[in-house]
C-alpha cells in the first residue's frame, strides 16, 4: 500500500515537473498519472469549490485541499537574494519560486495574472507575504513572465495548485492539473 502511494507521489511529482518547465518529452507513464481518472477526479473537485482569499493576520495556515486561491501577489524584496527558504534552499530572484501562507510547502502552481491573462508555474518553497490580501511572493523573473512590473509592484493573481504534497507523504492533484477548461 505505502509503496503505491510512493509511486503515485513520485509519478505526480515527475508529472508536475515536466509541466512546470514546459518539457515536451514525458514518459507515457508519468503523464498517465496526472492523465488517471482519480487524478482528474481529484482535480474536479477541486476546481468546482469557490477560490479562497489569504488568511488575514500573520500566521502561517497550510490549506492542502487543491482549491484555487485569489488575492494580490507581490515580488520578494531584493535583499532576500541568498537567504534561506523555509525549505532551506537558498532564495534567488532567478528561480520559479514563490512564498504561500496557505499552500504547503513544495506544492507546485499555476499563479495567472487576472489583469493580463499571463501565466507561469512555480513551486512554493517559502511561508509569506505577510501583508493581508496577498496570496504569493514572486521572484522576479516570475514577476515578469507574468506581467507584473516594478512599477505595478502588486497584481490581483489566481492560484491553482497543480500538485500539492499531503502531510501523511502522499501528493494530491490540485485544480490546476485539470485538464481542458476549469
Do not use: W
Not at 93 to 112: D, E, N, Q, Y
Not at 133 to 142: C, E, I, S
Request: proline fraction near 8%; include cysteine; charged fraction near 20%.
Amino acid at each position: 500500500m505505502a509503496a503505491r502511494h510512493l509511486a503515485r507521489a513520485a509519478a505526480l511529482f515527475c508529472a508536475a515537473f515536466l509541466y512546470a518547465t514546459n518539457a515536451r518529452c514525458a514518459p507515457a507513464t508519468l503523464t498517465a498519472d496526472v492523465a488517471s481518472p482519480q487524478a482528474q477526479a481529484e482535480a474536479t473537485a477541486a476546481a468546482q469549490l469557490p477560490p479562497i482569499a489569504p488568511p488575514p493576520g500573520h500566521r502561517v495556515v497550510e490549506d492542502p485541499s487543491g482549491r484555487k486561491q485569489v488575492g494580490d501577489a507581490s515580488v520578494y524584496a531584493g535583499h532576500f537574494e541568498g537567504h534561506r527558504m523555509a525549505d532551506g534552499h537558498r532564495f534567488r530572484h532567478r528561480g520559479a519560486v514563490a512564498a504561500s501562507r496557505s499552500l504547503p510547502l513544495g506544492t507546485v502552481a499555476k499563479v495567472t495574472n487576472l489583469q493580463t491573462g499571463r501565466s507561469a508555474t512555480v513551486t512554493v518553497e517559502d511561508h509569506g507575504p505577510y501583508v493581508d490580501g496577498r496570496t504569493v511572493d514572486l521572484t522576479r523573473a516570475t514577476a515578469a513572465q507574468i506581467g507584473l512590473t516594478r512599477k505595478s509592484g502588486v497584481a490581483p493573481v489566481e492560484v491553482a495548485p497543480v500538485v500539492v504534497p499531503q502531510k501523511d507523504g502522499t501528493v494530491k492533484a490540485g485544480a490546476g492539473a485539470l485538464q481542458g477548461p476549469a
